[in-house]
C-alpha cells in the first residue's frame, strides 16, 4: 500500500474556474445536497487530459471516494486529505471543509479490439467517454447526501467548442451532471472538443446536438433530418424522452461501427443511416438511449433485441418501409437466424439478435390479439424502463401483466 501526500494545486487558473462555477445551479430546497466540480484539461501533445475535481460540503458532505484506477492510464494522482494506493483502488478521504483530487488520464488513444480508435485524441480534436476520463468509484456520504454535480473545460487555444450528453450551463463549455440512479454523479457519455462543427436542434422535446471535426465527412445535416422523422415516433413510444442527446463521429481511422452511451452515440461518419437490411444502426442506438433496458447476465438478448425490433419496427409506423419490404426483412431474420437454438448468451449478435427480434415481433403480436390492439409492446416496455436491468422473468411478467394472462409465446424453447 502506497500512502500519497497532499501536493498543491496543478494550476490555480483551474481551481478558479471551479469556483467561479460553483454557484451556476441552485440546490433545490430542503435537499441534502454536496458539491463536485470536476475540470478538464485537454493536452493534445501528451495524448493525455488533466482532470481536478473539488468536493465540497453543503448542507450534506462525501467523506471518502474509492477509485478503480488503472495505474497504467491514471497518473500523477495528489490531493488534499489523505489519500491510498492498493494496486488499482485509490481511495481519498476528503476533508471536512472539503478539498480537490487530482490526475491526469492517458494514453486518450486506443483501438477497438484492434481495429480503428473508439478514443483519439488530435492536434485539433478529441473524441473519448467520460466513463474512461472519469474513473468507477463508489462514496461514504453523510446520511441522505446527494451530489449537485458540474462539468468544465479548459480547451486548447485553438479549439472552438466541447459538447457531451449533459445540458450546458449558458453559453460556457459547463455542464450540469445529472443520473437520478445515483447518488454519485459521474459524467459518462461520449464527449467531443476542439475545432468541431455542430448542428442543433429540439425535437419531440429533446436537445439534439450533432456534432464532428470540422472537415470530417459527417453528414451532420441528413442526421437531424433523419432524426425529425424518426424522434416523435420514439416519443410516441415509449413517453419518457431525455432533455439532450449528443450523436458526435469521425471519419477513418475511427472505429467503423456505433456506440451509444448515456444521452449520447458515437456513429462512424461512413456508417448509413438505413442499412442494405433495411434496418438502423441510429435508431437502435437511439432505442437504448431513450430505453435505458440493460440485461442481467445472459440476457444480453433482450436490450439488443428490442433495440433491433424498434430499429425496424419504428421505420414501418412512420412510413419509412412498405408492408411488403416490412416482410422481407422478417424473411431475411428468419433465414438468417435459422440455426438458433436458444436466446441465452453473454453477449448477443447477428443471428442471435435477429431471433430476438422475430421473438419480439410473435410477442407484440400475440399481445395485441389477447387486447383486441389495445395494448401492444410498447406498454412492456414502458415498463421495463422503471427496472432497467432485466431478465427473461422480468419480461415475462411485465409481458402478462399488460396483456392480462399468461402467454404462449414465453413457451418458446428459445428460452431454455
Not at 65 to 79: K, N
Not at 111 to 134: C, E, K, Q, S, V
Not at 144 to 151: E, K
Not at 383 to 396: C, K, P
Request: aromatic share 8%; hydrophobic share 40%.
Amino acid at each position: 500500500m502506497r500512502l500519497i501526500s497532499a501536493r498543491a494545486p496543478r494550476t490555480l487558473s483551474m481551481i478558479a474556474l471551479i469556483g467561479l462555477a460553483g454557484s451556476a445551479v441552485p440546490a433545490a430546497s430542503g435537499d441534502t445536497r454536496y458539491e463536485i466540480d470536476y475540470t478538464v484539461s485537454f493536452l493534445p501533445d501528451e495524448k493525455a487530459a488533466d482532470v481536478a475535481m473539488e468536493v465540497r460540503p453543503d448542507t450534506g458532505r462525501a467523506k471518502r471516494f474509492t477509485f478503480t484506477m488503472d495505474p497504467a492510464l491514471y497518473t500523477d494522482i495528489e490531493g488534499d486529505g489523505g489519500i491510498t494506493v492498493e494496486g488499482n483502488r485509490v481511495a481519498w478521504t476528503v476533508p471536512e471543509e472539503g478539498g480537490h483530487f487530482r490526475y491526469r488520464y492517458g494514453p486518450i488513444d486506443h483501438r477497438r479490439n484492434g481495429a480503428g480508435y473508439d478514443a483519439r485524441i488530435t492536434a485539433d480534436w478529441t473524441i473519448l467517454r467520460g466513463d474512461d476520463l472519469f474513473p468507477t468509484g463508489s462514496v461514504l456520504l453523510s446520511k441522505g447526501a446527494d451530489s449537485r454535480t458540474r462539468l468544465h473545460f479548459q480547451l486548447p487555444e485553438e479549439w472552438t467548442m466541447v459538447d457531451t450528453g449533459f445540458g450546458r450551463i449558458g453559453h460556457s463549455d459547463s455542464f450540469v451532471v445529472t443520473n437520478p440512479e445515483t447518488r454519485f454523479d459521474r459524467p459518462v457519455g461520449w464527449i467531443i472538443a476542439g475545432r468541431v462543427g455542430n448542428r442543433f436542434e429540439r425535437i419531440a422535446g429533446v436537445e439534439l446536438s450533432v456534432a464532428a471535426p470540422k472537415g470530417s465527412a459527417m453528414h451532420r445535416s441528413d442526421i437531424l433530418t433523419f432524426c425529425n422523422w424518426i424522434l416523435p415516433e420514439i416519443q410516441r413510444a415509449f413517453d419518457e424522452m431525455p432533455n439532450k442527446i449528443l450523436i458526435t463521429g469521425a471519419d477513418d481511422p475511427m472505429w467503423r461501427g456505433a456506440l451509444s452511451g448515456p444521452n449520447s452515440i458515437y456513429l462512424h461518419s461512413g456508417r448509413p443511416l438505413i442499412s442494405g437490411n433495411n434496418t438502423s444502426t441510429l435508431v437502435h442506438e437511439l432505442v437504448h438511449i431513450v430505453t435505458g433496458i440493460r440485461d442481467e447476465e445472459g440476457y444480453d438478448w433482450i436490450p439488443e433485441g428490442l433495440a433491433e425490433f424498434y430499429a425496424v419496427e419504428l421505420l414501418h409506423r412512420s412510413g419509412g418501409m412498405t408492408d411488403e419490404r416490412y416482410g422481407k426483412v422478417r424473411d431475411f431474420m428468419q433465414e438468417w437466424s435459422a440455426d438458433i437454438e436458444t436466446l441465452r448468451a453473454r453477449n448477443s449478435t447477428g443471428p442471435r439478435t435477429a431471433r430476438a427480434v422475430l421473438f419480439f415481433q410473435e410477442l407484440d403480436a400475440e399481445i395485441r390479439a389477447r387486447t383486441d390492439e389495445d395494448k401492444d409492446l410498447d406498454d412492456v416496455v414502458r415498463l421495463l424502463m422503471h427496472e432497467r436491468r432485466v431478465d427473461a422473468d422480468d419480461l415475462r411478467e411485465a409481458s402478462e401483466s399488460v396483456a392480462g394472462d399468461e402467454l404462449e409465446t414465453f413457451r418458446s424453447p428459445l428460452l431454455r
